[in-house]
């Protein structure tokens, strides 16, 4: 009722990286509730985080004051619960801003710029990844600064970026409307990437042949065709496969291939060694099934492929999506509409802040940092002397340099590596050698608690920005109440840090910001601060002033040399570590629908807490019953890095070998056990296979 509310706000949810737009209802300075709203991506559709995940901004934990640790408070995780802030002491603004970039200034001192390192966050805007990238490259000289892609997409970025030129999506999940088939694999949509996936029921119902894989049952595959519940690790058997099918048949589009690519002489001689009946060992899948799928795909008129964290959490993730992007070139299914490559991005903003350069490899707009040109183009906005050319430490490297002692003191906005980060007590471990740890975040969370200082940040609802979701849109986020307590804007202590750091910073707001990354970054061309003010959402590339944007590129050749795309073969590559005797079974973390990442937000959101309250893990009935257990009965599940206990629910969806964990439980903390392995290309460890041992505990 209108009545109840003093005002109205529209803004974006602060969740996954579909970036549905919201209303938000805004009574005594509090949020009162949040309705879908008219958006490009969600047609004012909500899922149950963007619906009832508000009211954490809200709660008793919001840290409002700056902190400093306390001198004899250890660093370790041992937080008391009913009393988390045993071991800090609150400080004025001044203070803690002093003594965060003070600590940081002199290690810079005395050991060079490149003893910093920063993680910035896929939750901010994009103004505030831009000037976190902006603060290490120009304020140490160097680019050890990463961010949580590296967990999530890198290895498709990789590809992307290596054979189509561009790590984006080809074309905006919408565009399924004009498909008639689509693959969904490696990604389970209705749970991680819902309001997508109303739009993935949609195409179905219209009679779409819409045809999921994954190692995992998942409920998509009521709407599917197809489902291929194929074995884990065996993405590039069954890929090969199908694309061997449609070489053998001759089911690929010539024209297309002559036109538009190069290196098919290769990718097809390849492709000879994977038949459908040489790969159902491998995979699994009957090789009649690998056919009929085959011909569904090759003969579509047009067709899209979407894929998640299944494909690219693998040390072959790379490879896995230069499959893909094989299977979608070779077929033509790239450039037109209804046609095209989609990994679904998780965080609502993990691709506009890659897009703003928070990526070690990348300046802003993926302009290299070994681009001299590049290089000198930034140094001259940012009117700075100029950084390191060599490529900075990824989220894993920098870790394993703060155990060999190479990183001393760490700048975190808003990621939580002691929870997220393949086996985290290396990671805590690491945490806690640092000489200096600066943390910024909205609560206490697992990292903060190994933190020298910490920072009380603004929420997503409390602040103004830009945020770009999974479908190249850039969307206005716009604060709807004041922080809590002196809680401020990450962009503002940013700032603040900068300027204690020697940098001469101006900004009063993010559209100086916005304005300042427009230099550097085309993306942005024609895409203003005043007309998302009054659009609300405009897709780069944007021709034109009243162009909205393109939503699907590449109809006219690829940003690569002689704009064509590369076939780029894939070999079979192992999983890092395979089941044997003593770890017999096969362990797999994701999300669930209720809860976000590493939890700090969403069990703190009453609605969610109350529907998934408990830390749990999914094994198959039979599975259950060899051990003894009754389902909600507890297991221990042990890995070479470390032992969890949860309870155990029965699912059918999981393979009897296997066991699925979510990550987002302190008690019973996934990544405790995962396997920090990485992919070569894009430095993504492999999070979706790791060998494990479950007992009844
Ligand atoms: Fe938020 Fe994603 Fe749900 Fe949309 S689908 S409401 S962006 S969590």
Not at 159 to 171: I, P, Q
Not at 174 to 183: F, P, R, S
Not at 393 to 414: F, K, N, P, Q, W
Not at 455 to 462: D, G, K, T
């Amino acid at each position: 009722n209108s009545k109840d509310v003093d005002r109205e706000v529209a803004s974006v949810c602060p969740f996954c990286g579909v970036g549905c737009q919201v209303a938000l209802k805004i009574k005594d300075g509090r949020v009162k509730q949040v309705d879908g709203i008219d958006g490009p991506a969600n047609e004012g559709r909500l899922c149950v985080k963007g619906r009832f995940g508000y009211d954490y901004i809200h709660h008793p934990h919001r840290l409002t004051r700056p902190l400093i640790r306390l001198d004899d408070a250890p660093k370790a995780l041992d937080v008391d619960p009913a009393n988390p802030f045993t071991h800090f002491r609150a400080a004025s603004w001044e203070e803690a801003l002093d003594a965060a970039a003070g600590g940081l200034a002199r290690l810079r001192e005395a050991h060079g710029g490149e003893a910093v390192a920063g993680f910035g966050s896929a939750k901010c805007t994009n103004e505030e990844a831009y000037l976190f990238q902006k603060l290490i490259r120009q304020g140490f000289g160097h680019n050890n600064v990463d961010h949580c892609t590296r967990l999530c997409h890198a290895s498709s970025v990789a590809a992307l970026m290596e054979n189509v030129g561009s790590g984006a999506v080809t074309a905006t999940f919408n565009e399924i409307e004009h498909a008639d088939a689509a693959i969904v694999i490696g990604a389970n949509p209705a749970e991680n990437h819902p309001v997508a996936a109303t739009y993935f029921k949609q195409f179905a119902k219209r009679g779409g042949r819409l045809i999921v894989m994954d190692p995992r049952g998942q409920a998509l595959k009521r709407h599917a065709t197809h489902m291929l519940q194929f074995r884990p690790g065996a993405d590039v058997a069954l890929l090969n496969a199908i694309m061997s099918v449609i070489v053998e048949e001759g089911l690929y589009d010539q024209g297309y291939i002559d036109r538009f690519t190069e290196n098919w002489d290769a990718e097809k001689q390849h492709l000879a060694g994977f038949s459908p009946e040489a790969m159902e060992p491998l995979c699994g899948i009957p090789a009649g099934t690998i056919r009929e799928v085959a011909r569904d795909f090759a003969t579509a008129r047009a067709g899209m492929i979407f894929w998640g964290m299944g494909i690219s959490q693998h040390v072959h993730g790379t490879d896995n999506s230069r499959c893909l992007i094989n299977l979608a070139l070779m077929t033509g299914n790239v450039g037109r509409s209804g046609t095209g490559l989609h990994p679904l991005r998780g965080q609502n903003n993990v691709q506009g802040a890659s897009d703003a350069g928070l990526i070690p490899m990348f300046l802003p707009d993926y302009q290299s940092v070994t681009d001299a040109a590049a290089r000198q183009r930034f140094s001259g906005i940012w009117e700075s002397a100029g950084f390191s050319d060599a490529a900075g430490l990824t989220v894993t490297e920098i870790l394993d340099g703060v155990h060999a002692g190479r990183i001393r003191g760490m700048y975190i906005l808003g990621e939580n590596p002691a929870m997220s980060d393949p086996d985290v007590t290396h990671a805590r471990a690491a945490l806690a050698k640092l000489d200096h740890l600066v943390v910024q975040d909205i609560f206490l969370t697992e990292t903060a608690n190994f933190a020298d200082v910490i920072l009380p940040a603004a929420a997503f609802y409390e602040k103004d920005g830009t945020v770009t979701n999974t479908n190249r849109q850039v969307q206005m986020g716009r604060a709807a109440v004041s922080p809590p307590g002196d809680a401020r804007p990450d962009w503002k202590i940013t700032v603040a840090l900068a300027r204690r750091l020697g940098l001469d910073w101006a900004y009063d707001h993010p559209s100086q910001v916005f304005a300042e990354m427009k230099q550097g970054m085309r993306s942005l061309d024609n895409i203003t601060w005043d007309r998302l003010e009054k659009e609300g959402a405009i897709t780069y590339p944007c021709l034109s002033e009243t162009d909205p944007g393109q939503a699907v590129v590449f109809g006219d050749g690829f940003p690569r040399p002689e704009g064509r795309a590369r076939f780029a073969p894939a070999d079979i590559v192992p999983p890092d570590e395979l089941p044997d005797d003593d770890y017999p079974m096969i362990l797999t973390t994701g999300r669930q629908l209720e809860h976000w990442h590493t939890g700090s937000m969403t069990r703190r959101s009453k609605v969610l807490d109350a529907m998934e309250p408990q830390a749990n893990c999914s094994l198959h009935p039979s599975t259950l019953r060899k051990l003894g257990v009754e389902p909600g009965g507890m297991v221990r599940l042990e890995t070479r890095r470390g032992t969890v206990d949860v309870m155990a629910r029965t699912d059918r969806a999981v393979a009897p070998d296997m066991v699925f964990l979510p990550f987002a439980y302190v008690e019973a903390a996934a990544n405790i056990l995962t396997n920090p392995a990485l992919d070569p290309f894009g430095k993504i460890p492999e999070f979706k296979f790791a060998a494990v041992r479950v007992t009844a505990s």
